[in-house]
């Protein structure tokens, strides 16, 4: 029997970017006016005045991070975008396994903002139809990551194949990789996974049929 684990961002979810420029000028009090928010792409807003003036002002790692907690705020998260196929996939994963869990790096040091985030990755989940929606792992890093994912391969006994898009920062962690183990690099062609054990591509969702092939031909080889 396979487990089907699959990642959230850069899988499953991507920025709704009007929603997020809006929420970062909001909450970070940048005072760019609605008329400029409207027609901005993600690379224009960190190119605004305004923005710059902010990354000069409060420093550039500080400006980065501030930047990237908003996306992970809940009113950004509920209103994420799903990856063109990744409903479908993951139905077609549910159907192959029975079996389906998400496990993603979201986090937050501070409880109560750690709490919503969850709330609204389950919700999220939940409102776009993702099957198992409540079955979340919410790891600290990509260590924790891969350690939970090492523990679920142990007690389950259970080959799981993990579909995730940092697959090449999962592959520097030191936790050792059980043998049931296979990682889906989403994102990825053959010729990059070509030398990676464990490893299989999945370019994109509307490729799961040749994962499928690829998981069968390792059952069977």
């Known amino acids: 029997m396979t487990i089907f684990s699959i990642d959230i961002d850069g899988v499953l979810a991507r920025k ?17 006016v609605e008329e400029d928010l409207v027609s901005l792409s993600h690379r224009q807003f960190l190119q605004h005045p305004q923005v710059r003036a902010f990354t000069e002002h409060v420093g550039a790692d500080i400006a980065a991070r501030k930047l990237g907690w908003v996306g992970y705020h809940p009113d950004v998260l509920l209103e994420n975008l799903t990856i063109s196929g990744a409903l479908e996939g993951v139905q077609k994963c549910y159907a192959q396994a029975k079996e389906l869990c998400y496990v993603t790096a979201r ?4 409880e109560l903002q750690n709490a919503a985030m969850q709330v609204a990755t389950k919700s999220w989940l939940a409102a776009q139809g993702f099957p198992c929606a409540d079955q979340i792992t919410f ?6 990551k891969m350690r939970q ?11 799981v194949v993990h579909i995730d898009d940092s697959w090449k920062r999962l592959l520097l962690c030191t936790q050792q990789i059980p043998g049931s183990f296979l990682l889906a690099a989403f994102g990825a062609h053959k010729d990059e996974v070509i030398d990676c054990a464990h490893v299989l591509a999945l370019p994109a969702w509307k490729h799961i049929d040749m994962l499928f092939h690829q998981l069968q031909e390792r059952m069977f080889a």
């Open 139 to 144: 790891c600290t890093c990509y260590e924790d």
């Open 149 to 159: 994912l090492a523990h679920l391969c142990a007690y389950r006994n259970e080959t």
């Open 16 to 32: 709704n970017v009007p929603q997020y420029i809006r929420a970062c000028n909001e909450q970070l009090q940048l005072g760019i």
């Open 107 to 110: 986090f937050s040091p501070r």
